[in-house]
């Protein structure tokens, strides 16, 4: 919005006058300070207010009768502070980001459908009472259906991205509703795949994902709808995937939400050079076309948690509960498979990736033995039963949290 307004209508007629520094809105790094910024001041005012409204609702968060004795004294707090959270993004996004580019509409689109879902499970807890919440199946199947919509949506965006590269006696085929296979379209641009998969240390992709495909026609639709089905199995997969390893590790006062800073602050670079073409070219690293504009809204996702973190942080005051957790994690995940950066994802979220492992192997070791790996799954309440503080956890989790995320970023110059 501020870009549309102030730099592609304004500064033309006031580019010669003492207004002409609105010249700075074309510039990414320019405006994703502001939307970290906007996003933070916009916790400080609506955190308080929202605090206040959960607590009349008495919409305080479930503690485990199992858990560590430490927890009790958490009843009381209010949850679902999520929404203040994702509110935050939108907010900040939609007033610095350039909403032109499919790609932010896209992660928009992800933080308000998976809010939704995390929303809906919080919702049936504490306002139904329902203590199941939204049963594991349900959710799963509304994850998937979310994270196959948005990996649809993306892969008919970069198609008709590469459409639009053809020359135009090619366009007017495909316009007029013949399908264009991909080793068509490779004979006339220099690029090997379209859905690459990149794995660190290697400088040209794995594997092309986007290799296994179909097309269909809608009638009304002038182009042919493009559908990877194995990228997109796989993307389920990491979003899905990802979403709830974040709803996982969401237990002790901060600790989610301080990974996920980290989490956004690497991708946030991450995405950066993923859209500058010379970077791309000197690290040798894909390029991706609106890679950039995704800056903007990760520093209104980092500037958003840093709002959190400041009532979150122990003894918290309010937890995102799970129309945060599910939400931040599928963003994160999505955001990966955006700029082709699926494989660093398990780097940059090793925390969130040893929580989940830690509940995988603890239910299946108990059902095949009737005994327990650990103390108490996931695996941050085994360190807390055996002496460690909570506030040592968090930090200590933070600080291998920072540290994975400066390991992935290093693996770029050793591509």
Not at 71 to 79: D, E, L, M, R, Y
Not at 313 to 336: E, K, N, R, Y
Request: net charge positive.
């Amino acid at each position: 919005m501020a870009y549309e307004l102030l730099y592609e209508y304004l500064y033309p007629y006031l580019k010669d006058g003492d207004l002409s520094f609105v010249r700075l809105f074309q510039y990414i790094t320019f405006r994703s300070a502001y939307a970290a910024l906007t996003a933070l001041l916009l916790s400080f005012v609506i955190a308080p207010r929202l605090i206040r409204f959960l607590k009349s609702k008495k919409l305080d968060q479930p503690i485990r009768d199992d858990g560590p004795e430490t927890h009790f004294n958490k009843s009381g707090t209010p949850t679902m502070g999520g929404i203040l959270i994702l509110s935050c993004i939108i907010i900040s996004t939609l007033f610095w980001g350039r909403l032109d580019m499919p790609f932010v509409l896209m992660l928009i689109f992800a933080t308000v459908a998976f809010g939704l879902i995390g929303f809906t499970d919080d919702y049936k807890k504490l306002i139904k009472k329902d203590s199941k919440g939204l049963s594991g199946k349900k959710k799963l199947f509304w994850q998937f259906t979310v994270s196959a919509i948005l990996l649809f949506w993306m892969s008919q965006s970069i198609y008709n991205e590469y459409l639009s590269r053809l020359p135009v006696e090619l366009q007017q085929y495909v316009l007029a509703g013949n399908n264009l296979p991909l080793e068509d379209i490779f004979r006339y641009i220099n690029r090997e795949n379209i859905l690459p998969l990149y794995v660190p240390f290697f400088d040209k992709p794995v594997y092309d994902l986007g290799s296994y495909s179909f097309f269909f026609t809608i009638p009304g639709i002038d182009y042919p709808l493009f559908v990877p089905y194995l990228y997109i199995m796989f993307g389920v997969l990491i979003v899905a995937g990802f979403s709830n390893a974040v709803n996982l590790t969401d237990g002790l006062d901060g600790l989610a939400i301080g990974l996920l800073i980290f989490a956004g602050i690497a991708f946030g670079i991450l995405a950066y050079l993923t859209g500058h073409y010379k970077v791309t070219e000197y690290l040798n690293i894909a390029f991706v076309r609106q890679a950039g504009e995704l800056t903007v809204f990760m520093a209104a996702f980092v500037g958003a948690a840093m709002g959190f973190l400041w009532y979150n942080s122990h003894p918290a005051q309010v937890f995102m509960g799970d129309t945060g957790s599910l939400a931040l994690g599928g963003v994160i995940g999505i955001l990966a498979l955006m700029i082709k950066k699926e494989v660093l994802l398990f780097i940059v979220g090793g925390v969130f990736v040893l929580e989940t492992v830690s509940v995988v192997l603890q239910v299946l070791f108990y059902k095949w033995t009737k005994r327990r790996i650990f103390k108490m799954a996931p695996i941050h309440h085994h360190f807390e039963l055996s002496g460690w503080h909570e506030s040592k956890v968090i930090i200590r989790f933070w600080i291998i949290g920072a540290a994975l995320a400066l390991i992935a970023l290093s693996t770029l110059k050793i591509q």
